[in-house]
């Protein structure tokens, strides 16, 4: 069994106990905090049977690792999730999912823009995030409170070769649509109603050559102001939901 990790945060923690209450070990709270926010919070918890320990700011902290657990970290078991991209994909078919959306992002090493990335795929109903091992960060405690509880429940795939998934994404019958400034096409001319995988790259480097040659197709955000370029997880938020627009 792996190790139990840490949330924190309203929303990380909140999910976790709508979503699977019976893995939290114990929830910190900071019981000088006596506003509205967390009364609702504690309430949910006790209906839930979480064990509920009083702690002070500094001792959350250390916990979570940061000082931005707004008075709430959970010791947490790990919940059983889909274990590779195949296993979904086939999952998906079984459930007849005709058209998966998915979100591949070369090269987000910043645990911020991976949150939000997640967060954003969950809002959009994506059905899986996708990342090379060697150029991204993987779920850590930041992760899953930027995530406000999607890092949950949002799979998120690192993979060896990206390259050789996105062949094997194409091999399904998914097409793989990337973002680049210098494309002739813009997201809001192609069609989003199929099997898609929209990849994109880190803000400033953009995908990797291998990755940008890989891809069925590139299309470009409209810029209209003076800067050039979106904040990745901005950027994710336009493509998901312009997926997610066409398709409603």
């Given at each position: ?5 840490v ?6 923690v ?12 114990e ?34 902290a ?163 102001g003076?800067?050039?370029?979106l ?18």
């Amino acid at each position: 069994m792996s190790s139990p990790k840490v949330l924190f945060g309203f929303h990380a923690v909140g999910v976790r106990l709508k979503t699977a209450p019976q893995s939290i070990i114990e929830i910190y709270y900071e019981a000088t905090r006596r506003d509205a926010r967390m009364r609702q919070f504690l309430d949910r918890a006790r209906e839930a049977g979480a064990r509920l320990i009083e702690a002070d700011s500094v001792r959350i902290a250390k916990l979570a690792g940061s000082h931005g657990h707004q008075g709430v970290a959970a010791r947490v078991e790990p919940v059983a999730q889909v274990t590779s991209l195949d296993e979904l994909l086939e999952n998906l078919e079984a459930a007849g999912v005709e058209q998966p959306l998915l979100l591949v992002l070369d090269g987000v090493t910043d645990p911020h823009n991976l949150g939000a990335c997640l967060r954003v795929a969950d809002g959009a109903g994506a059905h899986a995030v996708i990342a090379p091992k060697d150029h991204a960060v993987g779920i850590n405690a930041t992760v899953a409170k930027v995530a406000s509880g999607a890092a949950e429940t949002m799979p998120y795939f690192m993979v060896t070769n990206l390259a050789r998934t996105l062949g094997e994404l194409k091999e399904r019958n998914i097409w793989c649509i990337g973002t680049s400034d210098d494309a002739p096409k813009t997201i809001y001319q192609v069609d989003l109603k199929g099997p898609v995988a929209l990849v994109l790259g880190a803000e400033g480097d953009g995908m990797r050559q291998l990755t940008r040659k890989t891809c069925d197709e590139l299309v470009s955000i409209p810029m209209k102001g003076a800067v050039e370029s979106l904040n990745v997880s901005v950027a994710s938020g336009v493509c998901l939901y312009e997926a997610l627009r066409q398709r409603t």
